[in-house]
């Protein structure tokens, strides 16, 4: 079975920091793995996909993600933080074939952001 | 934006009442899920659907059915609700990209007393 941890439960920085949220996941094979956002009261929005190919990607609102597969890691980085940023973050891994698709979610990581 | 609405987008029920949440799409995908959120615990998945009349249980499927007569709705059904199924339920569509990416709805904050 596939699995996801989060290590952080809360994190803090300040603007114009740089951010890295941990993610790690246990899976037998090379997964689809993903970052989603969420913001108070809201649903949840793609940040960026991996699915094969460069194992850095890049997403939306300047988020970058990178798969190492020899650390079973697939980390969410931001070069600097706007306080718009804050809001809880999800790490999710998919089978790539049968199973429905099904995603795992990690428990999240809630981003605080100090001015 | 992949179309989903959601309905109601808040209830407030009592225990021991049936709930029918509905999640409906409008770009004709074929996989749908159910998650519920709660804090400490991320997203679990309930329910979902790979077809018209096709579903299949997810990790916390206890208290909770399921119904996919047209491929745009998607109900999830509390047959008799209880106090620990008060959370945030999501519904999600697959996309059909490669990397199969879900998208949520903006999700329904249920209440059970």
């Known amino acids: 079975a596939q699995s996801v941890t989060q290590p952080d439960i809360h994190i803090t920085v300040s603007e114009g920091a740089s951010l890295e949220l941990r993610c790690n996941y246990s899976?037998?094979?090379?997964?689809?793995l993903f970052w989603y956002v969420q913001s108070p009261g809201q649903g949840l929005q793609l940040l960026l996909k991996?699915?094969?190919?460069?194992?850095l990607v890049q997403g939306i609102k300047g988020f970058e993600a990178e798969f190492k597969r020899s650390q079973s890691s697939f980390n969410l980085r931001k070069p600097s933080v706007h306080w718009s940023d804050a809001a809880e973050y999800f790490c999710?891994?998919?089978?790539?074939?049968?199973?429905?698709?099904?995603?795992?979610f990690g428990t999240g990581t809630q981003l605080k952001v100090e001015l | 934006d992949a179309g989903i609405t959601q309905s109601p987008r808040h209830k407030v029920t009592e225990t021991g009442t049936p709930v029918t949440l509905r999640c409906h799409q409008t770009e004709n995908h074929r996989y749908m899920y159910w998650y519920r959120q709660d804090p400490g615990h991320g997203l679990r998945l309930i329910h979902y659907s790979y077809g018209v009349k096709d579903t299949d249980k997810g990790e916390v499927s206890d208290g909770y059915s399921v119904s996919r007569s047209k491929t745009e709705d998607f109900l999830l059904t509390l047959e008799s609700a209880t106090s620990s199924q008060t959370s945030v339920y999501f519904c999600a569509i697959r996309g059909d990209r490669e990397g199969h990416e879900q998208y949520f709805g903006p999700g329904t904050r249920l209440t059970v007393t």
């Open positions: 899976y037998g094979a090379t997964p689809y």
């Open positions: 999710a891994v998919g089978r790539r074939m049968g199973g429905g698709n099904k995603l795992t």
């Open positions: 991996y699915f094969s190919g460069d194992t």
